[in-house]
Nanobody, 114 residues
């Protein structure tokens, strides 16, 4: 299932962005959906995930600032990012898991200037 991520860009500290991840098919059956980030030279790490049941996990650094949501009718996963900080500057990837299958979007760059 190809995933198309978008919404990244350049924003000043304190600003906001909304990332979108559109799947080519229905996302209703995916068990875990999430956003990850990867800094240069580091492993990809989880930012936030949501399950089919609606359970959410946020890494500590984004709690109360980022919100994950999904719109099954649009086959889209969102990440609303508020109060952005320079340390949020990184490439963000969306991911959707179903059974043994894990699908990744192509990544979208977020740059926060101080």
């Amino acid at each position: 299932v190809p995933l198309q991520a978008s919404g990244g860009g350049l924003v000043q500290a304190g600003g906001y962005l909304r990332l979108s991840c559109v799947a080519s098919g229905s996302i209703f059956s995916f068990i875990v959906l999430g956003w990850y980030r990867q800094r240069p030279g580091a492993q990809r790490e989880v930012v936030v995930t949501t399950t089919k049941e609606g359970n959410k996990y946020y890494t500590d650094s984004v709690k109360d600032r980022f919100t994950i949501s999904r719109d099954n009718s649009k086959n889209t996963l969102y990440l609303q990012m508020n109060s952005l900080k320079p340390e949020d500057t990184v490439i963000y990837y969306c991911n959707m898991k179903r059974g043994v299958h894990s699908y990744w979007g192509q990544g979208t760059q977020v740059t926060v200037s101080s």
